[in-house]
Nanobody, 130 residues
Framework: EVQLVESGGGLVQAGGSLRLSCEISGFTFDDYHDYAIGWYRQAPGKEREGVSC????????YYADSVKGRFTISTNTAKATVYLQMNSVKPEDTAVYYC????????????????????WGKGTLVTVSS
């Protein structure tokens, strides 16, 4: 079974940087032809939103408008780990960040980060102070 564990959250000052990691077990990039993986966040009192997602059938990752130019999603395929590099963070980036994955499915590009992923981590809290 696919399991995801996030790490790297913490307290950071506005304008600073943070890198989140998502270690995926029960999954390798070589073994699965079709997959989608993404980072999501949920701030207090707000709905969960897709931050950045990528899939095996989409050339470029998706980024929410609110993080474009500041956040970067990347992978270490050998370690089955997905990262979210967060630069120039803002207080409004404060949220619990979750990693999610869908396997054996071709997720349409138009709904990449809105697809109901099957597998979710427990989240890591990011707090940005002003």
């Amino acid at each position: 079974e696919v399991q995801l564990v996030e790490s790297g959250g913490g307290l950071v000052q506005a304008g600073g940087s943070l890198r989140l990691s998502c270690e995926i077990s029960g999954f390798t990039f070589d073994d699965y032809h079709d997959y989608a993986i993404g980072w999501y966040r949920q701030a207090p009192g707000k709905e969960r939103e897709g931050v950045s997602c990528f899939s095996s059938n989409v050339e470029s990752p998706y980024y929410a408008d609110s993080v474009k130019g500041r956040f970067t999603i990347s992978t270490n395929t050998a370690k089955a780990t997905v990262y979210l590099q967060m630069n120039s963070v803002k207080p409004e980036d404060t949220a619990v960040y979750y990693c999610a994955a869908e396997v054996n499915t071709v997720v349409p590009e138009k709904i990449l980060c809105r697809y109901p992923m099957d597998y979710w981590g427990k989240g890591t809290l990011v707090t940005v102070s002003s």
